[in-house]
C-alpha cells in the first residue's frame, strides 16, 4: 500500500475520527449536483490549542481537512464559509475552465487522509483563481493548505526515526507548508491593502497579528514590527492585545 493510500492514524487512546463527522448534503452550485460532504459535528470536537499562525488543533481530529465542500461531477470546490450562490459569470468562467476538462479524482472515505484533503483544497484553489476570488480567499485557502502540512507532518511523528522514502514525503510536506505560508502572507499582505475587514473573518487588529507573525517567520522583521506597532498604537486594540504586540516586538527586535 502507497503512503499515500494508508487511512488516517489513530493515536493511541485517542476517539476514531469518524465519530465527530455526519454526512451534510449540498447542491452543487455549478452542476447542480447531490453531494453528501463530510462534515464535523458543531461544538463536539474541543480545542486544545492555537499555533503561532493561529491554527487551530482540536482533540482527536484535524478539523481544517473537513473545511471543503467538492463536486466530483464538475470539479468546484470552495471553503465552507464561501459556499453559496455563484454569480453568472463566475459559474460561467467555472464550467469553461473547469467544468469541461474536470477529471473525478479518487472518491474517499467518510473521513480523509491528509492527501486527500489536500487533493481538494488545491482544486479549491484552482477554483478561487477562475472565478477572479478575493485575495483574503485564496490566501486563506493557502494558509489552510500549509496547515494540512504541518497536520500531516505531525501524524508522521518524529523525523528522526524515519527511513528514506518517509523522510522525503515528510520533507515535502516541509516544503509545501513554507511555500504556501508564504504565499497566504502575500495574498493576505494585499488583501488588507484592497478590502475592508473583516477579512477572511478577522478584523483589523487579529489580520495584522497574523500577518505581523508570518512576516516575524520569514525574517521579514520590517513589516512585522511596523505591524504590531500599529497593534501597540491602535484605539481598537485590548489591553491584552497590547500585552501581546508588546511581546511580540521584544522578539523581533531581537532577530
Ligand atoms: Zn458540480
Excluded at 4 to 31: D, H, L, W
Excluded at 133 to 157: F, P, Q
Amino acid at each position: 500500500m502507497a503512503l499515500s493510500e494508508m487511512p488516517p492514524k489513530t493515536k493511541p487512546g485517542a476517539r476514531y475520527e469518524g465519530t465527530y463527522i455526519f454526512m451534510k448534503s449540498y447542491v452543487c452550485p455549478v452542476c447542480e449536483s447531490k453531494l453528501s460532504i463530510p462534515t464535523v459535528m458543531t461544538g463536539k470536537a474541543r480545542m486544545e490549542k492555537q499555533d503561532w499562525d493561529l491554527r487551530p488543533v482540536f482533540t482527536d481530529i484535524d478539523t481544517i481537512k473537513y473545511d471543503v465542500i467538492h463536486c466530483n461531477n464538475c470539479g468546484y470546490a470552495v471553503l465552507k464559509r464561501y459556499f453559496g450562490v455563484l454569480a453568472k459569470p463566475h459559474k460561467e468562467l467555472l464550467r469553461k475552465h473547469i467544468a469541461e476538462n474536470y477529471k473525478p479524482i479518487p472518491e474517499a472515505m467518510r473521513i480523509y487522509t491528509y492527501d486527500e484533503a489536500l487533493m481538494r483544497f488545491k482544486i479549491a484553489l484552482l477554483n478561487a483563481e477562475v472565478r477572479q476570488a478575493h485575495d483574503s480567499e485564496k490566501a486563506l485557502i493557502s494558509l489552510k493548505i500549509a496547515w494540512l502540512c504541518r497536520g500531516a507532518k505531525e501524524e508522521m511523528g518524529d523525523p528522526e526515526t524515519f527511513n528514506r522514502p518517509v523522510r522525503i514525503k515528510y520533507d515535502k510536506y516541509d516544503e509545501m507548508e513554507e511555500k504556501y505560508l508564504k504565499r497566504a502572507m502575500e495574498l493576505f499582505m494585499v488583501a488588507r491593502r484592497s478590502e475592508t475587514p473583516p477579512i477572511a473573518g478577522m478584523n483589523e487588529i487579529a489580520l495584522d497579528f497574523l500577518l505581523a507573525s508570518l512576516c516575524g517567520h520569514f525574517g521579514n522583521t520590517g513589516d512585522a514590527t511596523r505591524l504590531v506597532s500599529g497593534i501597540l498604537q491602535s484605539k481598537q486594540s485590548t489591553n491584552s492585545q497590547k500585552n501581546r504586540a508588546r511581546e511580540m516586538l521584544e522578539r523581533f527586535k531581537k532577530q
